[in-house]
């Protein structure tokens, strides 16, 4: 049976790809995991409650930044505690770092903290639910057009 990944997770750009000098701690906007993004029509039954990060430096920034990344969550908008650390991200010869995040209550921010160098750098979260229940998501789809056929090559 195959999964719907569209059905079951959720991606939320938690920052566009931007340059942040070096700087003390930012947080990213609040986002509530029910309702979804801003300006939605819907009202989701499912708070996705485990996520994968997954974060992208641009290689046009100086090679010894850093970044350090916190995470809040709660279920009361405005009152959000601190819930994870995640490891120092340094950019190196690795421009992609991900990390694993579960057990989330139904609104989240991200703080962020660049040290040593500026860096360009993007964020984006991929949810997915822990019940049943389906999940929505709010985007443009793209057309995919094939090239050619895998089974021949």
Do not use: C
Request: charged share 15%; hydrophobic share 40%; glycine share 6%.
């Amino acid at each position: 049976m195959r999964r719907d990944r569209i059905a079951n997770e959720r991606i939320i750009a938690f920052l566009p790809p931007v340059t942040v000098q070096i700087s003390g701690p930012t947080a990213t906007a609040e986002f509530d995991l029910r309702q979804g993004p801003a300006g939605a029509f819907f009202a989701g039954r499912e708070i996705p409650t485990n996520f994968l990060l997954v974060v992208n430096m641009s290689t046009t920034v100086t090679a010894t930044a850093t970044l350090d990344l916190v995470v809040h969550t709660g279920d009361v908008s405005g009152a959000l505690t601190l819930y994870a650390t995640i490891g120092q991200m340094a950019f190196d010869t690795n421009t992609l770092w991900v990390a694993e995040v579960s057990d989330l209550q139904r609104y989240i921010e991200i703080q962020y903290t660049v040290a040593t160098a500026e860096l360009l750098f993007g964020m984006t979260g991929n949810f997915n639910r822990s019940r049943r229940e389906p999940i929505y998501q709010t985007a443009n789809e793209a057309a995919v057009t094939y090239n050619k056929n895998p089974a021949t090559g």
